[in-house]
């Protein structure tokens, strides 16, 4: 339980008390116990101890997946995970495997090869259902696990609004990944899909995070439509046994999931008093010709008035800081 002390010096006042003749000797020990009381008693009624539930807020939020998690690095940075919310990560694998789902793996995997049964392709999405409006930029995060040969290049696309987004992550497979050619080792349906940019590998390495943007990623974040974006990835224009990139998921316990960096504008300081004023076409009148005959409301002509920032226009005839008060107020929207 926490107490609030105040610095009030208990024994003094009750011996100023006493000087005064207003509390016997007598009765000290008494009064000096009530006063405690009645000094602190209210103070632990007015700030109680903090309960479990407010000092295991936080733990208690980074554990909910009902809403997405949506952790701001500043009042213009908000971060988003795969983790978050309706997010989800896992990689699709083709021939002998096309059939497997990796939804639970902590690995992500991108790979180009000759061999079909060796092709990885990686989906992400993400639940933008809280992040706010006013994207300025926005990048892609992720966490490298292994990358044996920087050849070649990382592709990145975006799913359409509207095609399968909801896929299940313990579900989805070469063989029904919305978006993906089964029929190709490394591209993905252009109907259904957006080309969003590439990545040379060798500006990645293994251990490390690395991140990717482009106009392409920015406008679709902007021009999403459901709150859910998708982003897929592949490995393009190397072929080899060593030709992988292995990403951590959000089910890795070692590194940070895919994550989404938004950039916010800044958000612009309103005046009501100049807001207000603008709603309204001014008077043809200029100076000290303007009167309240020139406005159809008292609205209009407190506008300007407050605008203005004084009674030049001669509109505040009693001085109390209300201008053309004998005009009707504006009907309601």
Known sequence: MHLLLYSIDAPLLLTQLQQRHMVPKSLRSLWAFLLSAV??????????APSQAMVN????????????????????????????????????????????NNGTNGKLVVKLDNTVSYIRKTYLRFDLSELND????????????????????????????????NWSETKTTWNNAPGNDTCSTNLFLSNQTTYLGKLPAASIATGDSFSFNSPELLDFIKGDTDHIVTILINRAEYKAPDAYIVFASKESTEYSPPTLMATLKPAVQSNPETDTANLF?????????CNCSDFKTQEEAQAVFNYFGDDRFRLDGNKDGLACTSLPHAKAP
């Open 39 to 48: 000094l602190i008693i209210p103070a632990v009624m007015l700030f109680p």
């Open 281 to 289: 076409e001014l008077p043809d009148c200029v100076n000290s010709d």
């Open 57 to 100: 807020a936080e733990s208690e939020s980074i554990q909910n997946v009902d809403k997405p998690q949506v952790a701001p690095i500043n009042a213009n940075v908000q971060l988003i995970t795969t983790a978050a919310g309706n997010g989800a990560d896992t990689f699709i694998r083709g021939g002998s495997y096309s059939s497997k």
């Open 134 to 165: 006013g994207i300025d930029d926005v990048s892609l995060n992720l966490s490298t696990i292994n990358l044996p040969n920087t050849k070649g290049s990382i592709e990145f696309y975006g799913l359409n609004d509207g095609v399968e987004e």
